[in-house]
T-cell receptor, first 113, second 116 residues
Framework: AQTVTQSQPEMSVQEAETVTLSCTYD???????LFWYKQPPSRQMILVIR??????QNATENRFSVNFQKAAKSFSLKISDSQLGDTAMYFC??????????FGTGTRLQVTL | GAGVSQSPSNKVTEKGKDVELRCDPI?????LYWYRQSLGQGLEFLIY????????KSGLPSDRFSAERTGGSVSTLTIQRTQQEDSAVYLC??????????????FGEGSRLTVL
């Protein structure tokens, strides 16, 4: 079974600074996909970024980028130029051949002035 | 509406009662997931429906939990003889076939269940 671990329950960052959220996972599969989702207080889950395991290049979406280390089974999210609107829960997620997304326990990010 | 709709948004019930939670997926989405979100527990997979295939029920925590999806559209999650540990937010998500691999999982706003 796949597991996803987020070891940082809470993080805080000042506006305009950079923050990195950690995620590790465990799988025996070679082809899979990894995601970061954002859940603001409204509870609506929003896809932030996606990484395909067979691609070595790290995914980037505007201020969001990942550091994907396949051998280490690590998938961290870097948020640059943090904004107040980035305040949310962030979930790392994995999907392999079983077609179901496995989520981590989440990291609560607070962006402060 | 264009999004995934869940009802009720909040439900308070007494221990031992049965509850039904409803999910209306986006029209045309063949796959539907139920997750449970408890404080500090992340999102726990419950069940997955894909088209007419047999559902993946591997995440249902006990036989008090069941779900069905009628006509490939609306889904109902039923919890019988509720216990206090069932208190959580129950999230539903739908996606086009294969959409989960692109991250195109569209979530509802969830149903918050409180068991007294």
């Amino acid at each position: 079974a796949q597991t996803v671990t987020q070891s940082q329950p809470e993080m805080s960052v000042q506006e305009a600074e950079t923050v990195t959220l950690s995620c590790t996972y465990d799988t025996s599969e070679n082809n899979y996909y990894l995601f970061w989702y954002k859940q603001p207080p409204s509870r609506q889950m929003i896809l932030v970024i996606r990484q395909e395991a067979y691609k070595q290049q790290n995914a980037t979406e505007n201020r969001f980028s990942v550091n994907f280390q396949k051998a280490a089974k690590s998938f961290s999210l870097k948020i640059s130029d943090s904004q107040l609107g980035d305040t949310a829960m962030y979930f790392c997620a994995f999907i392999g051949t079983a077609s179901k997304l496995t989520f981590g326990t989440g990291t609560r990010l607070q962006v402060t002035l | 509406g264009a999004g995934v709709s869940q009802s009720p948004s909040n439900k308070v019930t007494e221990k031992g009662k049965d509850v039904e939670l409803r999910c209306d997926p986006i029209s045309g989405h063949t796959a539907l997931y139920w997750y449970r979100q408890s404080l500090g527990q992340g999102l726990e997979f419950l069940i997955y429906f894909q088209g007419n295939s047999a559902p993946d029920k591997s995440g249902l925590p006990s036989d008090r939990f069941s779900a069905e999806r009628t006509g490939g559209s609306v889904s109902t999650l039923t919890i019988q003889r509720t216990q206090q540990e069932d208190s959580a937010v129950y999230l539903c998500a739908s996606t086009p076939r294969g959409g989960a691999y692109t991250g195109e999982l569209f979530f509802g706003e969830g149903s918050r269940l409180t068991v007294l």
